[in-house]
């Protein structure tokens, strides 16, 4: 499997805050099957401002405590970017990390505040769209306006999003009405890829495993192997 949403770069936002946890995070995905990691630390401006420069410093730091601990698992980076009129400037100076697939298709994992749908949101979208982006939507299901509305997906969907919904949504971790909407979305067939999102080995730890067994459970390995292997290898191949 493969995994484009994770929070396992040390001290730079609210993942683990030392080396050795990151560590035993990617130990932990390597037991789960997941064989590439994209590590996709805050972009949250004014307060988490992990701008390309120190996403990379950062993951160069991981890449050695990777070698020295010997662990064979392919990693590679890119961000989750909060929502924030500052994007269009950011990526006009190269200073947004972004998945590459093949060729020069490119996309841009553009989180929502977990209460409300922006004002603006979707003109945010098609300008990115105009600029070769493909805009990865994470967790929908846990947003409390998506929640209460959820034909508000099809306007993301109209947009041309991909939908990415996280494992533990699946797992009931993030309560019913995210457990719900996940699964209702899958068997819709509206979700195109399941990622972690985790941020520790505890409190919010690898369920990929788990989830995809949910996911072959409700609509088959077919699609379960698409949402956790295929459709992450096209968006992010171009990184490994």
């Given at each position: 499997?493969?995994?484009?949403?994770?929070?396992?770069l040390a001290g730079i936002d609210d993942g683990p805050q030392q080396w050795q946890h990151s560590i035993a995070m990617l130990e932990q995905a390597k037991a789960q099957g997941i064989s590439h990691v994209v590590v996709?630390?805050?972009?949250?401006?004014?307060?988490?401002?992990?701008?390309?420069?120190?996403?990379?410093?950062?993951?160069?730091?991981?890449?050695?405590?990777?070698?020295?601990?010997?662990?064979?698992?392919?990693?590679?980076?890119?961000?989750?970017?909060?929502?924030?009129?500052?994007?269009?400037?950011?990526?006009?100076?190269?200073?947004?990390?972004?998945?590459?697939?093949?060729?020069?298709?490119?996309?841009?994992?553009?989180?929502?505040?977990?209460?409300?749908?922006?004002?603006?949101?979707?003109?945010?979208?098609?300008?990115?769209?105009?600029?070769?982006?493909?805009?990865?939507?994470?967790?929908?299901?846990?947003?409390?306006?998506?929640?209460?509305?959820?034909?508000?997906?099809?306007?993301?969907?109209?947009?041309?999003?991909?939908?990415?919904?996280?494992?533990?949504?699946?797992?009931?971790?993030?309560?019913?009405?995210?457990?719900?909407?996940?699964?209702?979305?899958?068997?819709?067939?509206?979700?195109?890829?399941?990622?972690?999102?985790?941020?520790?080995?505890?409190?919010?730890?690898?369920?990929?495993?788990?989830?995809?067994?949910?996911?072959?459970?409700?609509?088959?390995?077919?699609?379960?192997?698409?949402?956790?292997?295929?459709?992450?290898?096209?968006?992010?191949?171009?990184?490994?």
């Amino acid at each position: 499997m493969i995994d484009i949403h994770n929070h396992v770069l040390a001290g730079i936002d609210d993942g683990p805050q030392q080396w050795q946890h990151s560590i035993a995070m990617l130990e932990q995905a390597k037991a789960q099957g997941i064989s590439h990691v994209v590590v996709t630390p805050h972009l949250h401006f004014g307060r988490f401002d992990n701008i390309q420069p120190v996403v990379a410093q950062s993951f160069a730091r991981l890449q050695q405590a990777i070698r020295e601990q010997q662990l064979d698992i392919h990693v590679a980076f890119a961000s989750e970017v909060r929502i924030d009129s500052q994007i269009m400037a950011a990526l006009s100076r190269d200073l947004i990390a972004l998945f590459h697939g093949q060729g020069p298709e490119r996309a841009i994992l553009l989180e929502l505040p977990h209460s409300h749908v922006p004002l603006g949101a979707d003109k945010l979208i098609t300008w990115l769209n105009r600029q070769g982006l493909t805009v990865v939507l994470p967790h929908p299901e846990r947003n409390r306006e998506i929640k209460a509305k959820p034909h508000l997906l099809a306007r993301f969907k109209r947009l041309g999003c991909l939908i990415q919904v996280t494992a533990g949504s699946l797992l009931g971790d993030f309560g019913d009405d995210s457990e719900k909407l996940a699964v209702q979305w899958l068997e819709q067939g509206d979700v195109d890829l399941i990622a972690s999102d985790a941020h520790s080995c505890e409190r919010r730890p690898f369920r990929l495993a788990q989830a995809r067994e949910r996911s072959e459970q409700l609509v088959g390995k077919e699609l379960a192997q698409r949402y956790t292997k295929e459709n992450p290898w096209r968006l992010c191949q171009g990184l490994f």
